[in-house]
């Protein structure tokens, strides 16, 4: 028997078990590894305090938002729809929110001025922005080298209203039916000629939509507007045109144009006679133009929060309502990832047009 022995050290001795040694660390290598822990634990803390900052923060300005007039730009110029929506919608925002809700047209190259605006003004909840089908939609499917990103740079806040078109043609041409006009166009290749409010717009794309879905050709004839456009229809030096409700039923009312179908997925209680595309043979035929709330990305999340509830209870009031419709727009709503939503899958849509198309701003 050995002349020596082992004997077993309390728990808390540097040995891992009975009988065996364990290696002691350096000073410099424990120390070390004390100050990574702590600097761990100085740096959850603060983490720690910088979330009960922020949360503090953000409890504090919701509570005091709005404290100064919200500005909502209009791209555009005065008297159209999101010119018309907004101002309809700044006058009940006011009175429940007891700020000035203000109106400011900034209009210029198709929308692309006064959005560009808003994409790069403060983030701060104060100033807000009526985009749609131009601006996030059409403009940047046109022109991917845009100074704004329809995504990225924009918070939405809520869709506003939806809009829809009709096909119309002159009452001299010798049809009634978007099928008689399909086969009147195919047995003249060529001939039919069809107006648009401007090359690259939503007449335009319509249009094509409705090419590409029939396989019928004709003449595109881009004018500086609707109103010049439409009156060469009324006038019969140009045979069609897929135009805006609002601008179109006055005429048709008049006698003065005939309307074949409209681009909603149902009729519309202003020509409730007019069937829909798909009512009149072209399945799957649906475009609506549409407008909505942005504010600049990196907007307080309390900021559109607010802006939400207080746009979408104002578009619930019985008043706005009636006024859009009879305006011929369709009330929106919904939360900010719906419309975010929204505002991305029209976008894919309208590049997936184009391209197909193969339209340019110049086309």
């Not at 100085?42 to 504090?60: D, E, H, K, N, Y």
């Not at 996030?136 to 100074?147: F, Q, R």
């Not at 717009?201 to 004839?221: C, K, N, S």
Request: glycine share 8%; with cysteine; net charge positive.
């Amino acid at each position: 028997m050995n002349s020596w022995s082992i004997k077993c050290r309390p728990a808390h001795a540097q040995i891992s078990n009975c009988g065996a040694k364990t290696r002691v660390l350096p000073l410099t290598t424990r120390i070390e590894g004390a100050l990574i822990v702590t600097r761990l634990r100085t740096g959850v803390v603060r983490s720690l305090f910088l979330a009960a900052a922020l949360l503090a923060q953000g409890a504090a300005f919701a509570q005091t938002y709005p404290d100064k007039p919200i500005r909502i730009v209009v791209p555009y110029p005065p008297s159209g729809v999101n010119d018309i929506v907004a101002r309809a919608l700044a006058v009940r925002v006011t009175e429940s929110i007891g700020q000035p809700v203000l109106v400011e047209n900034r209009p210029g190259a198709s929308g692309k001025v006064g959005t560009e605006y808003v994409a790069r003004a403060a983030a701060d909840g104060y100033t807000v922005l009526v985009g749609g089908t131009g601006t996030h939609s059409i403009n940047p499917a046109l022109n991917p080298k845009l100074s704004y990103d329809p995504v990225r740079d924009f918070a939405p806040i809520t869709l506003l209203s939806t809009y829809s078109m009709v096909l119309v043609v002159n009452p001299s041409l010798p049809v009634a039916t978007v099928s008689e006009l399909i086969a009147w166009a195919k047995a003249r290749p060529g001939v039919l000629t069809v107006a648009s409010a401007g090359a690259g717009g939503a007449q335009h794309l319509a249009w094509e939509m409705f090419r590409l879905a029939t396989g019928l050709e004709g003449v595109h004839v881009p004018y500086k507007g609707s109103v010049p456009a439409l009156n060469d229809v009324v006038g019969g030096q140009v045979q069609a045109m897929i135009d805006l409700l609002a601008s179109a039923v006055p005429m048709v009312r008049a006698g003065k144009l005939r309307a074949l179908a409209v681009t909603s997925s149902s009729r519309v209680a202003s020509l409730p006679d007019v069937p829909t595309f798909a009512e009149a043979g072209v399945p799957n035929y649906v475009v609506v133009n549409w407008n909505g709330l942005f504010a600049p990305a990196g907007t307080p999340r309390p900021a559109i929060e607010r802006l939400n509830a207080e746009f979408v209870r104002a578009l619930n009031i019985p008043e706005v309502r009636r006024l859009l419709v009879t305006r011929n727009a369709d009330p929106g709503g919904g939360t900010p990832e719906e419309f975010g939503t929204w505002v991305r899958d029209q976008l894919q849509r309208w590049t997936k047009v184009i391209r197909e198309a193969g339209i340019s701003p110049t086309s």
